[in-house]
């Protein structure tokens, strides 16, 4: 059984930065021999990719976010972090991180713990 825990959301002008946390909770070594993938649900949308970190911290990103979001991993605090830079009202969505045993999965499918979510508001 996986755990997750999802931390940093809040309220953000346009411009601005924000830094989100996925604390991985799990027996034995699993946080850190598993992908974390952040998706990201709109009011009325589908859940969405937004990127995601291998096991070996390689990461890939959706087109919508590529240069402005940076995903990284700890695994020494089993913890994985999602920098939101230049964040765009349009950015706004509940931000889920999930965990799957696959390389690079963009899917919904692929995953398999889900952490609660965080709500990101970009608003002036």
């Known amino acids: 059984q996986v755990q997750l825990v999802e931390s940093g959301g809040g309220w953000v002008q346009p411009g601005d930065s924000l830094t989100l946390s996925c604390a991985c909770a799990a027996s034995g070594p699993t946080c850190s021999v598993v992908a974390l993938g952040w998706f990201r649900q709109a009011p009325g949308k589908d859940r969405e990719f937004v990127g995601t970190?291998?096991?070996?911290?390689?990461?890939f990103y959706a087109d919508s976010v590529k240069g402005r979001f940076t995903i990284s991993r700890d695994n020494d605090k089993n913890t994985v972090y999602l920098r939101m830079n230049s964040l765009k009202p349009e950015d706004t969505a509940i931000y889920y991180c999930a965990t799957t045993l696959t390389y690079v999965a963009t899917t919904t499918d692929k995953y398999d713990y889900w952490g609660q979510g965080t709500q990101v508001t970009v608003s002036a």
């Open positions: 970190i291998s096991w070996i911290s390689e990461s």
